[in-house]
């Protein structure tokens, strides 16, 4: 039971968000918690569906689609439910700290993974073809989620009960999680973007690198090879829009995140809910980010051509279904 003076402190605390700035924020929440479920969803049941779609490559697409959703539909919903409690049991506090640093912790290592299974698959294709069986990508999604299962609840366990805090105290609550958050940024999450920037940088450089040594071996430029044919032209403008589309990628993959460990730093040392502005900054920049993985991953997915054609399928089909009403009918 709460201590006089820790009621007199309850009864003094306010919620870090006006009613206004808390509609705003569950809205925005709900608008992307949809679309990744939605989105991610359609990608998961059109790998499963089409045998052309299940390789290993796919697989891990997949696997990083489930992260997408556990983030879209647990990790924003706990952030917001944490932040407007003004009392916490350990149950509660352990299942907020574990359910936030579980789905971001899966994103990036799934991440991570698809990212190295890109360069692999450029840089060594033959021997990718060669060692990457589906035993062997059973393997490498078991590792990625037990060591988030099993990191997270571990993090989660000792946050919890060796943190030396006062769960009835809001303010103190939610700056140990803020402090947790910052730990998981600089352990797992910093060092997760740093591999996928060089991974992603890797590859461009490979794909320009591939695109040089081919022109080297034409007689002429590629430009002035069949200056007429649309063919050639088309080969040229996929080429450098594959390689744009890796680069914006990567540049606001850095955009996103990267600010969001520095109001993670900035909260940690001031303190998180003795200023309101802060609490305001980090979920825009939360959401920026979040925004960033579950719309950036999606749209690389849609423009690969095998799955935008089944989009377009999908979009045709339901369209002819939304209009297939008799006509006689009101």
């Known amino acids: 039971m709460a201590s006089p003076t820790n009621s007199t402190q309850l009864e003094d605390q306010e919620p870090p968000y006006n009613p206004l700035q808390l509609a705003i924020l569950v809205t925005l929440f709900i608008i992307i918690g949809l679309s990744m479920l939605v989105g991610y969803l359609w990608v998961i049941v059109t790998v499963a569906r089409n045998s052309h779609l299940r390789t290993v490559s796919n697989s891990f697409l997949a696997s990083l689609s489930v992260a997408e959703i556990f983030t879209g539909v647990l990790g924003q919903p706990s952030i917001i439910v944490f ?30 993974l698809i990212a190295a299974d890109k360069w692999f698959k450029i840089s060594h294709p033959f ?53 947790g958050t910052l730990v998981y940024f600089y352990v797992f999450i910093l060092p997760s973007i740093v591999i996928i920037m060089v991974f992603n940088c890797l590859i461009v450089r490979i794909a320009r690198r591939q695109a040089r040594a081919i022109a080297a071996d034409l007689p002429v430029p590629p430009r002035q090879l069949n200056p007429g044919d649309p063919q050639n032209a088309q080969v040229e403008v996929n080429h450098r829009k594959s390689t744009k589309q890796f680069s914006i ?60 054609q089944i989009l377009k399928l999908n979009l045709r089909y339901v369209g002819k279904k939304l209009r297939c009403f008799p006509r006689g009918s009101q």
Do not use: H
Request: net charge neutral.
């Open 127 to 179: 021997v990718y073809v060669r060692m990457m069986t589906r035993a062997k990508c059973a393997v490498c999604l078991a590792v990625v989620w037990g060591l988030a299962t099993v990191g997270t609840l571990l993090g989660a366990v000792g946050q919890t009960f060796l943190s030396n805090i006062s769960l009835e105290n809001s303010d103190a609550a939610y700056t140990s999680l803020v402090s």
């Open 249 to 308: 990628f990567l540049f606001t993959f850095v955009l996103a995140w990267v600010p969001l460990a520095v109001i993670l730093y900035v909260m940690s040392f001031f303190g998180a809910l003795s200023m309101v502005s802060l609490n305001v900054v980090f979920l825009a920049f939360s959401t920026v980010a979040v925004g960033q993985a579950a719309f950036g991953t999606f749209i690389l997915t849609i423009l690969q051509p095998e799955f935008r």
């Open 83 to 112: 932040v407007n409690l003004q009392t916490f049991s350990q149950i509660s506090y352990f299942f907020s700290v574990w359910v936030v640093s579980f789905c971001f912790v899966g994103y990036f290592l799934n991440a991570v």
